[in-house]
């Protein structure tokens, strides 16, 4: 499985990083990858679009949705 | 009206203070079983959308009870009608409170590593070999290259474990799960060792300088709450 955060390191260099990069990236990795899964299907939206899709068990998150956050975060 | 969840945690009166949660909503308590759910009334029809202040706002109402108990978080987005919530809750009534138990008094600490080791054989190739041999041997150097990178991934978590598994109650390693990162962790560690365990990892980082170690925590026990599904259990599809 794939996590914002992983996703963000390939793309990066982590010595480019802030810490409060770093921070916020251990937070999506943990809120969106991780936690309680209560069985059925979640479609979380980024502006409008689909890009999260946990299906049963298993939630997807994309590099998309990383960068949208940091984004928002400057 | 849907609730959005936060957590789930042992049996709480009244939360200390005032909490705030997605889109500004008020977080209440519902009582279950013998659990406390933090949940907020959530209008929409599908799951909020992710953005920076609902991230940290998820984050914080967990973290809200993380003084007096150790909760259970829910994943990002778990919205649910009352009934299906009290429902869920009814029927893993044993597998929460076991989780519960097994994050008694824990919480969760992240360790992600990266490799400096960029021991890949970049010899290069006499410019007389055809295409075919050039495309080989690079297929060959890749293979070579990925199989010396999941011998060291093996190699750092071994370590790893040496340095600070004693201080685990529960410990979950990926290897290899990005290009860079060559292992990444979660220790679920008693309260009361967490400086222990920050020292000791400290000193440990010392050891390996050609690692690069990135360290967070203490975080609610993320990792460690899913139960496993009764149809997953029994049919081994998720």
């Known amino acids: 499985m794939s996590s914002p955060f992983d996703q963000v390191l390939i793309q990066s260099d982590v010595e480019q990083l802030e810490q409060a990069d770093l921070s916020l990236l251990e937070t999506l990795d943990h809120v969106l990858n991780r936690g309680l899964v209560i069985a059925g299907e979640i479609t979380i939206a980024v502006a409008d679009i ?16 990383a960068n949208e956050v ?3 975060r400057e | 009206m849907k609730l959005y969840v936060y957590c789930l945690a042992a049996k709480i009166d009244a939360l200390a203070a005032p909490v705030i949660g997605i889109s500004g909503a008020a977080v209440d308590l519902v009582d279950v079983e013998d659990f406390s759910l933090l949940v907020s009334e959530f209008d929409g029809d599908s ?23 150790t909760p259970l978080p829910f994943r990002f987005g778990t919205v649910q009608t009352e009934p299906q919530l009290r429902s869920y809750i009814t029927t893993h009534k044993k597998a929460l409170e076991a989780k519960l138990d097994a994050v008694r008094g824990c919480v969760e600490m ?8 960029t021991d890949l054989d970049t010899t290069a190739e006499p410019a007389e070999q055809g295409p075919g041999v050039t495309f080989l041997k690079e297929k060959q150097r890749e293979l070579l290259g990925s199989e010396r990178r999941v011998q060291e991934a093996k190699q750092v978590a071994a370590w790893l474990e040496e340095q600070v598994g004693s201080f685990a109650r529960q410990e979950e390693i990926s290897l290899c799960p990005t290009e860079k990162l060559i292992v990444a962790a979660a220790h679920l560690i008693v309260r009361e060792q967490v400086t ?3 020292d000791r990892l400290a000193s440990a980082r010392n050891l390996r300088p050609e690692l690069h170690f990135l360290v967070s925590g203490p975080w609610p026990p993320y990792t460690f709450s899913n139960i496993e599904l009764e149809f997953k259990t029994r049919f081994g599809v998720s």
Do not use: C, Q, W
Request: aromatic share 4%; charged share 25%; hydrophobic share 45%.
């Open chain 1, 50 to 65: 689909d890009l999260i899709f946990l299906g049963l068990n298993v939630l997807l998150s994309s590099v998309e949705t």
């Open chain 1, 70 to 72: 940091l984004r928002k």
């Open chain 2, 47 to 69: 799951a909020p959308a992710v953005t920076r202040e609902n991230v940290l706002a998820h984050d914080a109402v967990v973290r809200s009870v993380l003084n007096e108990s």
């Open chain 2, 110 to 117: 992240s360790v992600k590593i990266i490799s400096n080791n």
């Open chain 2, 196 to 198: 222990k365990y920050r």
